[in-house]
């Protein structure tokens, strides 16, 4: 019999110690900002009802979703004369944590107060080709406030982006642009029903560059006069005070096309009393307004946030924005909200890059207390017990070993104090403990719990 070489999905990881100290800082420096804000942990399940979550993603993303096959036999009841993966697919692992978000409010409205502030912290599956920076299972660190329209909202999401990254040390920018003046886009190049064909796009430019994206507006039927009017807005450049004078002027019919657009001018309105927030709040972070951000979720529909690491290469590594009409779409209309989320994987990889992880994280042991023999475990089993209890890890080595052996333990795991105690200790009611870095060396009594954990500190 062959034996097979386990491997594990493509898009997919494993994670070892080192990973998990590394990921559960991010995730610890990520709630504990959440937390200053007001804002309490929720959860959903992995898998969701495929009713749950197409249509809301656009059609790329309904592409992107992981459908499950039913449970039992999917396939015994089957009429191949319609559609096949409706009748055998009824659930989906979820592509984000907005839509399920969305989903809990609905279901769960009695039970929660407007306006209800959550954060999220869990996978999401996409089945995406996987690339640098890219996987089919990751991490979103989510945030979310709705039932309230108030932009104090967007400037805090804001905020939260700076703070967090202060706290992890990376120096990001942050790009914001309004999703109704995208809208204005597409109207005032006299295509106000191809606004998704146009975002999609749009939203590629980094991507694939300006003229690749005027092919793909072609072929979504966009004629060339509409073309030339949102190549015009892409290539407008200068401050935000410039922009938008610029923005306005087009939307009040100073485009080629001569055609105003109330809804691109709302959106200007917007996006001048959020930027008049973010300058009196004292943000560290550059944030700019980005015209051609378009992110290509169909539910955004007022201001949408993407934010970017400065000294490494890897796309968006936090993004969001806000949405009037989602819990619509479950029946429960007027509820505005707006979140963002922040891509632990990526950021993990950033912070790698960059050396970014504090050292600390590679110890999560600080005492090994070695065994000699049966006599020795015993003695040392009730004062590892006590520096516990003061906070102190410990660890005690299993079984009586060679001590070259317990020493190299020690070391590939990083822990820095070992305390070795023989018969001579137990005869002195004493504790032998060493600093294995600089060599220090001190004996305590047995009950001087307080002057050991002194010592290790």
């Not at 410039?242 to 306005?248: N, S």
């Not at 819990?327 to 007027?334: A, S």
């Amino acid at each position: 019999m062959s034996v097979q070489k386990p491997s594990i999905p493509k898009g997919t990881r494993d994670f070892g110690q080192k990973e998990m100290a590394r990921r559960n800082y991010i995730f610890d420096t990520i709630r504990s900002v959440f937390a200053t804000y007001g804002y309490s942990e929720i959860q959903t399940p992995a898998q969701e009802n495929l009713s749950t979550l197409l249509g809301k993603y656009g059609e790329e993303g309904d592409k992107l979703l992981f459908r499950i096959l039913n449970s039992g036999d999917a396939f015994g009841n089957v009429d191949f004369d319609k559609p096949l993966t409706p009748q055998v697919c009824e659930k989906g692992l979820r592509y984000d944590l907005t839509v399920p978000f969305a989903r809990f409010v609905v279901q769960h409205q009695s039970e929660i107060s407007l306006p209800f502030k959550r954060f999220q912290i869990q996978p999401v599956w996409r089945a995406d080709r996987p690339q640098k920076g890219r996987y089919r299972e990751f991490y979103q660190c989510d945030v979310d406030v709705i039932g309230s329209t108030s932009l104090l909202n967007e400037l805090e999401l804001v905020q939260m982006v700076d703070a967090v990254f202060g706290k992890l040390g990376v120096r990001v920018a942050v790009k914001i642009n309004n999703r109704k003046v995208l809208t204005g886009f597409a109207e005032i190049a006299g295509a106000p029903d191809k606004v998704v064909d146009i975002t999609v796009a749009i939203d590629k430019l980094e991507k694939i560059g300006l003229e690749k994206v005027k092919e793909e507006m072609a072929e979504k039927g966009i004629g060339e006069g509409g073309i030339a009017v949102i190549e015009e807005i892409l290539s407008l450049e200068g401050d935000f005070a410039g922009k938008v004078e610029a923005m306005e002027a087009l939307f009040k019919g100073g485009s080629a096309s001569g055609i105003v657009s109330e809804t691109g001018l709302k959106g200007l309105e917007e996006l001048k009393e959020l930027f008049g927030l973010i300058d009196v709040a004292g943000i560290s972070a550059p944030v700019e307004l980005d015209l051609s951000l378009a992110r290509g979720l169909n539910y955004y529909t007022g201001a949408i946030f993407e934010v970017k690491a400065l000294d490494w290469e890897i796309g968006s590594i936090c993004g969001g924005g806000r949405y009037d009409n989602l819990t619509g779409i479950f029946g429960l209309p007027g509820l505005s909200g707006v979140g963002i989320s922040f891509g632990a994987d990526r950021i993990y990889d950033v912070l790698t890059g960059l050396e970014l992880f504090p050292a600390s994280l590679e110890q999560s042991t600080t005492l090994l207390f070695a065994v000699m023999g049966a006599d020795e475990l015993r003695y040392v089993i009730p004062v590892a017990a006590a520096l516990r209890s003061k906070g102190i890890s410990v660890e005690i080595y299993p079984e009586p070993s060679k001590l070259r052996k317990q020493f190299e333990y020690a070391q590939k795991r990083g822990i820095p104090f070992i305390s070795i105690n023989g018969s001579s200790e137990i005869e002195t009611s004493s504790v032998n403990v060493k600093n294995l870095e600089s060599g220090e060396q001190k004996s305590f009594n047995i009950a001087d719990i307080d002057g050991i954990a002194s010592f290790l500190k």
